[in-house]
Every structure is written in C-alpha cells, then in structure tokens.
C-alpha cells in the first residue's frame, strides 16, 4: 500500500453485530483522519452475473478456490475452520 492508497473494504467477517459491517463503518470514520481513503465497496447481486461465473466454470476459464467440503453433518466442524481465518478459499457443506 502506498502512502496515500485506497483500502477498499468488502465482506464483513468478524466485523460485529452493526448490520455486519462495523469494520467498513469505523473505515469510513477513520478516513478523513489518515493519509489513506478508505472506502466501502457494496457490491450488488445480478442473476446475469451468476449466469456468467456458471459460464465461465462450466468452460473451465474460472475455477473457484476450494479450501474443503463438508457433509451436512459436520456444518458445525466446517464453521469452526472457517472463523480460525485458516483457510484458502471457501468452506462448503454439500446435503
């Protein structure tokens, strides 16, 4: 990051109870006090948009990153391991 960057924020993992975003929130208050812009990024869900990824992996352009799947009876264990912050792409649980 350089001395005047911007620092996007997205997601809200372990953010809090505010709406899940305390972390972007308190990003936005401290920004006019730094050097760097922190900002908000809410990205909004399309159905075309999902067409496309389903395009894109089904072509194998776009191959998700899978840290691990997970029964449906171990959704407990999986979402342990995904707030230790341990892992390398998503967690899914599969029925």
Partial sequence: MTPRGTVVFMGGEGSGAITGMSRQLRGALLSPFL???????????????YERLTQLIGAGQLIPALDRCYPLERAAEAMR???????????AITL
Wanted: glycine share 16%; proline share 0%; hydrophobic share 40%.
């Fill in 35 to 49: 050097r760097q812009r922190l900002v908000l990024l809410m990205a909004r869900e399309r159905g075309g948009d």
């Fill in 81 to 91: 391991h995904l707030e230790d912050g341990a892992i390398r792409g998503k967690v």
